[in-house]
């Protein structure tokens, strides 16, 4: 089945809210894009990570948001990939890791001051050690 057909299909049962079979679709879409030697739609990534949060699944809608943010910075997509670090704080707001990806993401733009700013709430929200304080306060510099 071609990747336009297998979108449509994936739609269709978006529609019916048939959710799982959707997110199976999508799922066989990204295969045969990686079968195929193409490129991965990160798109289709972001996809499956909504609908796997309206199946309920917080884990599987992370790791598919977190793939998305890979795969567009393999693309070069900068503000896609920040915008969707940004979506994925707004579903786990304690999902640390994301702070220091934001990091990086603003260092390859280089935007310091947003690397900064991420590195500073990254270490921060690594809990209480010994050097915590400063850490937080070399980065504020």
């Known amino acids: 089945m071609n990747l336009d057909k297998l979108k449509e299909?994936?739609?269709r049962h978006e529609l019916r809210?048939?959710?799982r079979k959707a997110i199976e679709i999508y799922h066989r879409a990204l295969a045969e894009l990686a079968e195929a030697g193409e490129p991965a739609d990160p798109s289709l990534y972001n996809r499956v990570g909504d609908l796997e949060l309206k199946a309920g699944d917080l884990h599987g809608a992370l790791q598919a948001y977190e793939q998305a943010v890979a795969t567009y910075a393999d693309q070069g997509f900068f503000n896609n990939?920040?915008?969707l670090c940004g979506k994925i704080l707004r579903v786990d707001p304690?999902?640390?890791v994301t702070y220091l990806r934001l990091a990086e993401?603003?260092?390859r733009k280089n935007v310091a001051g947003e690397v900064r700013r991420n590195l500073t709430e990254y270490v921060g929200h690594m809990g209480s050690g010994s050097q915590q304080p400063a850490l937080v306060e070399s980065l504020r510099k």
């Open 81 to 83: 990939a920040i915008a």
């Open 17 to 19: 809210d048939e959710w």
């Open 94 to 96: 304690a999902r640390t």
């Open 105 to 107: 993401l603003h260092a």
């Open 9 to 11: 299909a994936g739609r």
